[in-house]
């Protein structure tokens, strides 16, 4: 059988992006708080409000893997009213009612403004402390906490991904650091489906980038512990130019 999904966020890029890619792979409960500019074809979806604790417990309801990608993204939120609510209190509901129903898996989409406050000539490793720039961050790292104390004390597998600088446009107009941080789509729901998909995995914070030539956050571990195999290089039009330069002598 196939496994079912509980997809919070499920309107925003990532969301929408990672459902029409694997629509088929899965049963879905899609859910967000404004509805789906996309075909749902036979998932649910479910317009609700997540800041409600007995909404959680009733989506988390025969659900195998909890992808939790619903937050307010900007590294510019405030505490009040947006950050309190959307990606504390909803992420605190989500991981209590995920355990109340016995989910097997629950995959926290983190990000790299958890650890931005490192200098740009650092690469960040996963054992390294969270070094969080603004308070965006901070609310990630709220989550990343959530998910060790759910895993290791209370059972549920969890996997934390630190998304970087995830983009459908060509990293070509990016700057160098946005560049190293560079995550493509199709990079990411390759990733996601290795989450979702591996077994025996009591608690992981996996780096979520391309497979870019200098990388903003090490990715060894994602590699090693999910066999992930990135497509892409935010740096891969520079690496084909000294390529071209190489060949023609100059």
Partial sequence: MMRSILLTGAAGRIGSAFFQATAHHYTWRCVDRVPPAFPLGTASW????????ETCFHLC???DTVVHLAADPSPEAVFYPSLLENNIQVTYNLFTAAVEAKCRRFIFASSAQAVEGYPLDV?????MPIRPKNLYGVSKCFGEALASYYAY?????????????YSEENPQSMSARDRSAFLSPRDLHHLLIKCIETPNIPFALLHALSGNRFSRLDTTRTRDLVNYQPQ????????LSDEAERRSGK
């Fill in 123 to 127: 690469q960040v490793h996963p054992d």
């Fill in 46 to 53: 479910h317009q609700v409000d997540m800041t409600d604790q």
């Fill in 61 to 63: 309801q025969g659900i």
């Fill in 232 to 239: 892409d290089d935010g740096f891969a039009d520079l690496l």
């Fill in 153 to 165: 004390q209370q059972g549920l597998s969890t996997v934390i991904l630190r998304i970087g600088n």
